[in-house]
């Protein structure tokens, strides 16, 4: 959901829209050569067929007035084979024009979706939309009930919009040649009317269809957060808070959802009434030649043939006219979904040219940067709190390094820590503490490249900078199997699979408690019907992710009170570990328990960005000695 207080952006069908939606033609036809071109160009041949079908059954009427007002039978046979042969054609056509615009749309889907989930899931830029920034609302609900709609809107007129202009050519034509100028002249003459009055009316039912969206993404994510957060609001018996919370969502969706329809009500009348009175002006143009005489060497079967024929072209020039008037109902509603999806790809693509001019703790190549990889990480004269090693010993160095939070940078910003100079050695755990918004989990972020120091900088050895593994407080599970969640963020690639592998991962999730969760998940690669997060106790969840620590067994472990939820004697065993595989630690924690796994502790006061380094006595460290 977006922030409060963010101007709300003013969505119509205006120059941007078309700007927009000229933008979005590039995704969704990548290339001549791509599949969507290819289908693309079927629909057009179907529709174009199908244009072509619709003519001569439409002259079929004539053609059996005048049969049988002559009651000629040969002709009536001829005639009612002709249409079965037509009818069996339009069909199939019509049919076939439908599969190649419904396959249209899965390809539309998929390329946009990839574009936008690559771009979403790049460089962090998940983590910006949706804490850092929050400018755009509700950014899942434009990557998935925004680009169905206006793919599903754009599917739905793009033939009419390609081959409508042609084919109110020819009928316009025909229209001339048989009942003169009046004919098409009262036509357009009718469309000019009514596409002036629907483009008053479509005006503001763009915005409203883009706040429907917006209200209906709200609508979902509380219901998202009720499901995710049942059992804290069982334990609240704060049930009837969150019935008030999102009875009033509903609320404000009808609401606006109304007031659309309200809309949608002028629009749906000018529609239907220019139809119907298009069918009885293709009469009234029939009748300047009939009255004037210009028929009157017809006999009454033929002239019978000739209103008919005159009918239908006239009726069919009204009705390719009206589909242009319906289209732009379409569009009213798809422009708000455009301008939607439209504005979070352009969000997107800007941090992503942003990140390109921003130094994160993993970037290899930077002339003065503020956090970098550093070639050697070596330093000339190490500080009073440092410990001079090997320069491939040196994990992360912080030097003359500040923070503060990124919404806070203002004239007075909140600093969390000044001028910190400290190296990270392997082999040497370090124990981050500090009461509550001290600027722990701050710095972590800024390790992790999220957050950007305001001063000094990060040196990261390039050598291993990879091969850093981070366990937050609370782990993330994706779905899939047992094995995906000991795997993750890797891969499993299923032809790589080994018995000794299986034997690891059962050896691993048995001495962090969690064996008989293979039978509960019917085997590591059977994936569960079930939500992890919803089954799985917090201290589950937390012996989990230590699993999967040890499967990946990195060189550095940030582990960000990754034991809360444990008991302190499960939380030895898993520290004991990971002693004992030599993974170097950088741990946030509060229990006094878990100095006896660390060297140092670094103390964050929460006071001025303040902070102290000491080192841990032998007698509370022994256990790094295993």
């Given amino acids: 959901m977006g922030k409060e207080g963010v101007d709300e952006p003013s969505y119509s069908f205006n120059v941007l829209f078309l700007k927009r939606f000229y933008r979005l033609q590039r995704i969704f036809f990548p290339g001549l050569c791509s599949m969507n071109v290819g289908l693309f160009v079927l629909l057009l041949l179907t529709s174009a067929l199908e244009q072509i079908l619709a003519y001569y059954v439409g002259l079929i009427a004539g053609l059996f007035l005048k049969v049988l007002g002559e009651k000629d039978w040969d002709g009536f046979l001829a005639a009612g084979w002709k249409n079965m042969l037509l009818i069996i054609g339009i069909s199939l056509t019509k049919s076939s024009r439908v599969l190649s615009t419904r396959i249209l749309i899965v390809g539309w889907r998929q390329t946009l979706g990839h574009v936008l989930h690559k771009l979403y899931l790049s460089n962090n830029n998940y983590y910006r939309l949706n804490v850092l920034e929050g400018n755009l609302d509700n950014p899942d609900q434009r990557m998935t009930s925004d680009v169905s709609s206006l793919i599903e809107s754009y599917s739905s007129i793009i033939s009419s919009l390609v081959l409508t202009p042609f084919t109110i050519a020819y009928y316009t034509y025909d229209a001339y040649s048989r009942a003169g100028w009046i004919g098409p002249t009262g036509m357009f003459g009718l469309f000019i009317v009514s596409t002036t009055i629907n483009k008053l009316l479509m005006k503001p039912v763009v915005r409203i269809t883009a706040e429907r969206e917006k209200k209906e993404g709200n609508f979902r994510f509380k219901h998202l957060q009720v499901r995710c957060n049942a059992e804290s609001l069982a334990f609240y018996g704060s049930a009837n808070f969150e019935l008030n919370k999102i009875n009033s969502k509903l609320s404000d969706l009808c609401s606006i959802q109304q007031k659309l329809y309200y809309r949608n009500f002028a629009i749906d009348v000018s529609v239907d009434l220019f139809s119907y009175l298009g069918a009885i002006a293709s009469y009234l143009v029939i009748s300047v030649p009939i009255f004037s005489g210009h028929y009157d060497s017809l006999s009454g079967a033929e002239l019978s043939q000739k209103i008919s024929e005159n009918s239908f072209v006239c009726m069919y020039l009204i009705y390719q006219l009206t589909q242009l008037v319906q289209i732009t109902g379409t569009v009213a509603g798809m422009a708000g979904s455009t301008h939607r999806v439209c504005e979070l790809i352009e969000e997107l693509i800007r941090h992503q040219r942003s990140q390109e001019h921003e130094e994160s703790p993993y970037t290899e190549d930077s002339t003065e940067p503020i956090v970098q990889v550093d070639r050697s990480c070596h330093r000339e004269s190490p500080s009073a709190n440092e410990v001079s090693f090997s320069e491939s010993d040196v994990l992360i160095e912080f030097s003359g390094f500040g923070l503060c939070p990124p919404s806070s940078q203002t004239d ?33 972020r800024t390790i992790r490249g999220l957050w ?29 199997t047992l094995r995906e969640q000991v795997n993750y963020p890797m891969l499993v690639v299923p032809e790589i699979i080994t018995e000794v592998q299986n034997k690891e991962i059962l050896d691993l999730l048995d001495m962090t408690g969690l064996a008989g969760l293979v039978e509960r998940c019917g085997g590591l690669d059977e994936e569960p019907a079930w939500n992890w997060y919803d089954v799985l106790s917090p201290g589950e969840q937390q012996r989990l992710a230590f699993t999967r620590l040890f499967f990946h067994q990195p060189v550095l472990a940030v582990l960000d009170e990754a034991t809360s939820a444990v008991s302190t004697d499960v939380e030895e065993i898993l520290y004991k570990h990971c002693v004992e595989n030599r993974i170097t630690l950088l741990s946030v924690g509060h229990r006094s328990s878990l100095r006896q796994f660390h060297h140092q502790v670094l103390h964050l006061t929460g006071v001025d960005g303040g902070w102290t380094l000491e080192d841990v006595s032998e007698e509370s460290g022994e256990n790094l000695e295993l």
Wanted: glycine share 8%; hydrophobic share 35%.
């Fill in 412 to 444: 007075n910003p909140q600093t969390l820590i000044r001028h910190l100079n400290l190296q990270i050695i392997r082999g040497r755990n370090l124990l981050l503490t500090g009461p509550s918004s001290a600027g722990k989990s701050s710095l972590l």
């Fill in 452 to 480: 950007t120091p305001t001063q000094g900088k990060i040196y990261i050895n390039r050598l291993i900078a990879r091969e850093f593994f981070f366990l937050p407080q609370k782990p993330f599970f994706t779905n899939g």
